[in-house]
């Protein structure tokens, strides 16, 4: 993230490594290093044009999916949100969408889909309405957990700094009269969150085959990574006694480094068994002939495409290596805390 507060207009800055404790090594990860790389590239130049275009205070932008972890590619579609302080006025928002998508577009970076959950601005002030109620779909609560989970500020970082606390906020209300409580209620909203989006992906398969293994690749890959960065950290939070504080330290970082951080701070620094599965994911989901032949994969008989067995072994190591790790945290993050996962 960037270093001190910047105002509207001010470009935002991202470096082109990744934040991680000295003791971790990307060595082996060289398509993961060349995407932040290149991710980094992308969301300074769009900063850069965003600030030369406006000096708004009342909104901010920012990018989630592959942009938000910084394990994009060429491919990579620039999935932004607008924030607001207030209720949007489709009058005053709409242009700012529409110069947003030109900037992305002037840069030849995919835009994502004109309807999509992001497709209109973000209200600090409703964000966290009704949280849990009976009208509480996986469309509101998506709006609310992308900015904690994978969101990447690239116009007007105070705006957008407040509406990710507000949120936290929102999740951790007892944390200051009760320190010592477990932030229950965002551990919950994280599991359903991601529970959600499993269930989502199994209707839109039953409803729609196309490109079925494209999106089965992703979420056993960078939705899985994008759960587990927040995750861990609420789980490591559980030794802590400032326990807002560090989750909220925690929030400029994205997945990978959280997870980087947390695997370090429990004693642990060679996330070779972590990476290394991702790593080939990334390389393997950029690369348009593996993508075209894993897009044509047919689900009765998908293990004759070596590229989806692929995945499928990735993801497995994956799951297994992040598995593993929590299972070894008994003994030193608290058993109740464990058995939350749970119950």
């Known amino acids: 993230m960037t270093v001190g507060m910047r105002y509207p207009g001010d470009p935002i800055r991202y ?29 300074n130049a769009l900063a850069d044009r965003l600030a030369d275009r406006f000096t708004d205070a009342w909104f901010s932008v920012a990018l989630a999916g592959s942009y938000g972890r910084l394990d994009a590619g060429p491919r990579s579609d ?18 700012v969408i529409e ?36 009208d509480d779909g996986l469309h509101d609560l998506a709006r609310r957990m992308v900015l904690l989970l994978e969101a990447k500020c690239v116009y007007n970082e105070k705006l957008f700094r407040d509406a990710t606390q507000c949120v936290l906020d929102a999740y951790m209300r007892y944390s200051h ?29 039953l409803n729609e085959h196309e490109k079925w293994a494209i999106r089965n690749a992703k979420l056993r890959h960078s939705r899985v990574l994008m759960y587990f960065g927040l995750l861990s950290v609420v789980l490591n939070s559980s030794t802590k006694t400032d326990k807002e504080p560090y989750i909220r330290g925690q929030l400029g970082h994205t997945p990978l480094e959280r997870i980087c951080h947390v695997y370090s701070d429990c004693g ?30 047919e689900y009765h008989n998908r293990y004759t ?35 939350y996962l749970l119950f």
Request: net charge negative; proline share 8%.
């Open 15 to 43: 470096s082109d490594t990744p934040d991680i404790p000295a003791n971790t090594s990307l060595r082996r990860c060289p398509t993961l290093t060349a995407s932040w790389r290149y991710s980094a590239e992308r969301l």
């Open 268 to 297: 642990e620094s060679d996330v070779t068994n972590l990476l290394g599965p991702y790593n080939v994911f990334i390389s393997s989901i950029n690369d348009p002939d593996f993508r075209g032949s894993l897009e044509k994969a």
């Open 177 to 205: 009269k009760e320190p010592d409580k477990q932030p229950l209620m965002l551990l919950n909203e994280i599991i359903r969150f991601f529970r959600s989006v499993c269930v989502n992906y199994e209707v839109n398969f």
């Open 305 to 339: 495409y070596p590229e989806y067995v692929l995945m499928k072994t990735t993801s497995e190591a994956l799951a297994a290596e992040l598995t593993r790790f929590v299972l070894d945290r008994r003994g030193h993050w608290p058993n109740k805390i464990l058995g």
């Open 78 to 95: 620039a999935d932004f949100l607008i924030l607001i302080k207030h209720a949007p006025s489709t009058t005053a928002i709409s242009p």
């Open 99 to 134: 110069h947003v998508r030109s900037i992305i577009q002037d840069l030849d970076i995919p835009l994502p889909n004109p309807t999509g959950l992001f497709s209109s601005a973000i209200s600090i002030e409703t964000v966290t309405d009704g949280i849990g109620g009976k």
